[in-house]
């Protein structure tokens, strides 16, 4: 009998079916883990802006001594100076600085000194967003 060196046809089938399953397997793990990065990353933007946002808007309107709105924005004054909240080709504008282009909808109003605030992100890479509601009360005289 020869010494035969070598694999057989089946033994080369059997390895490349085994590595198929194997690479198949990683490459499936490391899509899904992009794919998970990319909606955290969307997710964790949106909150950021959002809370960069409502903490912009309450302190502002905090301090207050009124609150209106116009075809320019929503306008804190204050005693000596006014800030100019708004949103316009798909950016959140702070007396014409962007703050953040993340912000899809944005109204504010006034009822008898009472603020309304509402915000929406845009959509994150799932086609989720965040909204933020506020109500707050103008003091007069302090």
């Known amino acids: 009998m020869k010494n035969k060196k070598g694999f057989t046809l ?3 089938m059997v390895v490349l079916t085994v590595t198929t399953i194997l690479l198949g397997t990683v490459v499936t793990i490391f899509l ?4 998970f990065y990319k909606t955290d990353e969307s997710k964790s933007l949106n909150q950021a802006s959002l809370n960069l946002v409502s903490t912009r808007l309450d302190s502002s309107i ?3 001594t009124n609150v209106y709105t116009d075809v320019d924005g929503c306008h804190v004054v204050y005693s000596s100076s006014e800030d ?5 080709t798909n950016s959140f504008t702070v007396n014409g600085a962007v703050l953040t282009d ?3 909808e944005f109204t504010c109003t006034n009822n008898s000194d009472i603020i309304t605030v509402f915000v929406r992100t845009i959509n994150d ?6 909204t933020y509601n506020s109500t707050i009360v103008i003091r007069k005289g302090e």
Do not use: H
Request: net charge positive; glycine share 4%; aromatic share 4%.
């Open 10 to 12: 089946v033994e080369l």
């Open 32 to 35: 899904q883990s992009i794919d």
């Open 62 to 64: 905090r301090k207050a």
């Open 84 to 88: 100019v909240f708004d949103l316009s």
């Open 102 to 104: 993340r912000i899809a």
């Open 125 to 130: 890479s799932k086609g989720s967003s965040l």
